[in-house]
DNA sequence: AATGAATGAGAGTTCATTCAT
DNA sequence: CATGAATGAACTCTCATTCAT
């Protein structure tokens, strides 16, 4: 998947250890994430009722309130799960040759039809990005998550510029605009079902602007269409 | 304004000709459409309710129902208003010239810090086009509206190709890719408040895609950064 | 039709003599009695709304206002019109004798399976009975109904009495007897669909009361089974 | 009581054992269906609203929707109760003889003018056999009651047929024929008040009928009139 | 006579939340 | 930890009725 993760139903995996106490309440915090990650992608943010997430747990809708206080706190949290979700993969890389990195980055956006995992994820994080502009404590949490994702791009290409690969552009600047046109074209392609629109959003900025970052005299490398 | 309106409480602005009996029912439905507009941004897509739209209403909430049978129909009614509030506004352009026109269509989505009546509008944008992966209705006309957007940008790169100014890039695939990059902006900036993402982007596009296109042999004139 | 009657949209039929004022108006309110007929058999007592019977009418529902100042009066000239379709049949005959009149009387209660018309009046009666219970001004009208309708057996019994034809039994109970027994039969057949029940029962009394009630040295004739 | 139940506000009655879980749901429940049946009594099926339900409840009206998920699932849970309390007394008899289980049967219809929870009672089920026209799954449940009625007395008949008590006479039709007549009777009685309607009835069946079922030899018993 | 627009009361239903067990 | 029962507030929608035209 893409820097921003499809967890959800793979939310128990991990560190499932040992019997100890803390191990089951963590667990049960898992598990409620995992469930109300499923039941925001079925119902929707809109039409999320505490009761589609007790059905997707195995558990009751009382126990939910028994963990978290309130509705809000449970949906609190889960913003919280799904920006660890995917900062957990921002950081990833396989190389550190600053342009397979900025590539590998772009990359990762691309949803492919058959990842219905991935798209169903996207939805999920568009969701809750609406829902920012009414929930101050949603803005925030998110914020942080749209800043670390600009500082990544951003730190490749900083160090692309320190290694004499890119021209001398700012890079939080062109980050920025590199992050959010891969997230505007997601957004189109899972919402209005634009196939392929991130594919050719990941193109389109091969083409203008990697290629416009290279400094004059390099060849022009094969990530870049 | 920019290309997608500001609309809402100049609903009743344009034919304010006399007080027809055709008039009396038209105000209505444009005084409806302003109020879901006024309390949809307000209270968001996920809160709003009947009471909230009467509210913004001077007439009671069952006129709603009368008017509109649904709570569904008044917001199918309402998406058609705000893409048709927009779609107005797309054409308009001052100047025949591909580049101008160009740089003044992504200027159109460039939104100031004290704009915020097309922040407010932008903002209900986004969140209809959220509902639209769980509304099959709102999603056919929303991918209506992204399609004559994606259009209009392809015209002027289509235009301005033929005429010799620009590079002979697919007009389709560059007008997507500028129109859901400043979509990705817009949405950047009026949820989670990046200040002047819009402006950033505008800024962005100019540098790595329109100077881009430009014909090798041509001045970079003014428009572009 | 049986004893009581088919009307409804045969509500018209009769005085569509001249195009006097007077005509109009009474048009109009057998219109409105022969549109709510319509609409109580559609929808039932229970889910009649005023819209129903102004879809029944071709006319707005604030017509109906117009003519009767709320819906209970309109129902309550309803059930006038009800009892009056009926009373006008009571007093029909084919015949003056004492015995082929019992049997005609009984026998109007029989309710073919073809005879959807019949059904549907027969449950329309059924439905206002109810109210009754809790409508004293529909009480009243349908008391007087019954009482009618004994009082016509009553005095075929009381003919026959003293005409010698029958044994003297007292004619208002046993015409009583003979009345509810019918009803019961007829609500039988047309609320639980007991196909023929009305038959049966026109059967059981022919054998079982009517044979009795023949004095004894007469010869029993077809009527009776 | 008579053939069909008197219940009702008697609806805890019986088993009264101690507080287990068990009985607490089981409670609930009698206490809606009591809570229904008086509901009904008081305001008749056509006016007849979830909140008058609870106004006989000591519980909110979200309870109600907490065990029966609409308002008809709880009509027709109601109609089964109906149903039983009817049935449980249906076979209840004192004697094995048939002429007097006969006269027993028809006798419990008779209802006294004092006798006011049996009329109410009797309301209640003439009210749910009229729904039963538009609500297919009250009419199945309805005919089931009558058609065990028609038997109960068809029992009755065969047993005397068979003992030579009767004549040889059709069971069926001729306890269809005792069933249907006096709920006519009943139903004329506790709906448009004719006091005493049940008593003349069965009166007019032990003279008109059950005398004439006697095989004659017989000497006619003090049970008919 | 006839209508469309408008309203207020109240209908059935949903839902987050609480509480006793 | 876990539940079923219970609640009150609020929601969408309906309907008889009124009123201006």
Redesign the interface.
């Known amino acids: 998947m893409g820097t921003e993760g499809d967890a959800g139903n793979s939310a128990s995996e991990g560190d499932t250890g040992s019997g100890t106490a803390t191990d089951a309440a963590g667990d049960t915090h898992e598990a409620i994430m995992g469930a109300t990650y499923r039941a925001l992608c079925e119902?929707?943010?809109?039409?999320l009722t505490m009761q589609d997430i007790a059905d997707e747990f195995d558990k009751s809708r009382s126990l939910l309130h028994y963990h978290y206080d309130t509705k809000e706190d449970l949906l609190l949290a889960f913003v919280d799960q799904m920006v660890g979700w995917i900062g957990d993969r921002l950081a990833e890389t396989e190389t550190d040759e600053p342009l397979p990195r900025l590539a590998e980055y772009v990359d990762r956006f691309v949803i492919e039809p058959d990842e219905s995992d991935r798209q169903t994820f996207a939805?999920a994080i568009?969701?809750l990005?609406?829902?920012?502009?009414?929930h101050p404590q949603f803005?925030e949490k998110?914020?942080a998550h749209?800043e670390r994702n600009v500082e990544t791009v951003a730190d490749i290409l900083a160090d692309g510029i320190e290694a004499g690969v890119f021209r001398d552009v700012d890079p939080e600047?062109?980050g920025?605009?590199i992050y959010?046109?891969?997230?505007?074209?997601r957004?189109?392609q899972?919402?209005?079902?634009?196939a392929d629109?991130t594919r050719?959003?990941r193109?389109?900025i091969a083409e203008?602007?990697i290629r416009?970052l290279l400094v004059a005299d390099r060849d022009v490398p094969e990530y870049v269409g």
Chains 1, 2, 3, 4 share one sequence.
């Open positions: 119902h929707g943010y809109a039409d939805v568009a969701e990005r609406v829902q920012a502009v009414h803005r998110l914020q749209y600047r062109v920025e605009a959010t046109a891969m997230v505007g074209a957004t189109y899972v919402t209005l079902g634009a629109a050719r959003m193109d389109a203008f602007v416009e």
